[in-house]
């Protein structure tokens, strides 16, 4: 767990910068509800989107509520946020969501657990251990949940530097995700590096291929570690060469062309596994 004045740092240049947020739909709220925006800062969509998962598959219901955004210079109690980070709240960095706030069901009590109720709360403790569950490819435990220290109940923070919400969410510890067969979660996609195969792809990446039942109906797992080790790392093998370029045309028929929006679009994908080894 950070310290509220290390991610102040972390994310010192966002401070009071409302230019560049994602606007995101979380829970049914957000887009395209124009009124109330969901706006968080982009590198930690893919946080909000596993977030959301756990929610859904814990039957958590849709949410009234979701407060993003604190404008400045308003920062925590009203004080004022200073440029020093003094007195801002995460908010003020679009890096919280209060979700159901206040009447809908998820007060701020003001004081540390246990000294409030689960039954005066819309979150089931289940519900905050499986988000807390949640963790990035780099072992980060990306959020922080206010209701444990100060009976912020409806608060959920970003909790670690930007580095690491770039590192990608590690979807085997979100509860609920479950990708169709044969398609891939192209978030899932991005954090794989998979226009990027030469300098990125480990053994441990093709077993979550074929866990996401990303794969060749003409060869296995087996198969392709066993291109992997004949020539580790070896952009110029033949062999290496072949596959990459084939899985990179696969991948480039999977992308829409032109289509740059929200990661969190389901697309279907398959390596087809038409190589000739070497
Ligand atoms: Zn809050």
Same mark, same amino acid.
């Not at 210079?73 to 009203?78: K, T």
């Not at 440029?83 to 995460?90: R, T």
């Not at 590690?170 to 995700?177: A, I, L, Q, R, Y």
């Given at each position: 767990m950070a310290s509220t004045n290390a991610k102040r740092r972390w994310w010192a240049d966002r401070r009071c910068d409302t230019t560049g947020l994602a606007s995101i739909s979380f829970l049914s709220r957000g887009e395209p509800d124009t009124v109330a925006k969901v706006l968080v800062q982009p590198e930690v969509v893919e946080i909000w989107e596993a977030v959301e998962t756990v929610l859904r598959n814990t039957e958590y219901g849709e949410a009234d509520v979701v407060g993003s955004i604190r404008h400045c /210079?308003?920062?925590? &109690? &009203?004080k004022r946020c200073e440029?020093?980070?003094?007195?801002?709240? *995460?908010h003020n960095y679009c890096l919280a969501l209060d979700i159901d706030p206040w009447g809908a069901g998820n007060p701020h009590f003001k004081r540390p657990w246990p000294m409030w109720s689960w039954s005066k709360v819309k979150f089931t403790k289940a519900q905050v251990r499986a988000v807390e569950a949640i963790r990035m *490819? #780099?072992? @980060?435990? /990306?959020l922080r949940w206010l209701g444990w220290a100060i009976g912020d109940t409806m608060h959920w923070e970003i909790d670690i530097p930007p580095a690491s919400a770039m @590192? &990608?969410? #590690?979807?085997?510890?979100?509860? &609920?995700?479950a990708p169709p067969p044969e398609t891939l979660h192209m978030a899932y996609a991005d954090t794989l590096n998979l226009n990027d195969w030469v300098s990125t792809l480990r053994p441990e990446d093709i077993d979550q291929l074929f866990a996401l039942r990303v794969h060749s109906p003409a060869s296995g797992a087996a198969h392709w570690k066993g291109l992997l080790a004949a020539h /580790?790392?070896?952009? #110029?093998a033949d062999a290496w060469e072949n596959f990459r370029r084939t899985t990179s045309a696969r991948i480039g028929f999977w992308q829409p062309e032109g289509e740059s929006g929200p990661a969190s679009q389901p697309s279907s994908y398959q390596i087809t596994g038409d190589i000739t080894p070497t």
């Open positions: /210079p308003f920062g925590i &109690g &009203g440029p020093s980070g003094k007195n801002c709240s *995460l *490819l #780099d072992k @980060s435990k /990306p @590192s &990608g969410v #590690d979807w085997s510890t979100v509860e &609920g995700f /580790p790392n070896a952009a #110029d």
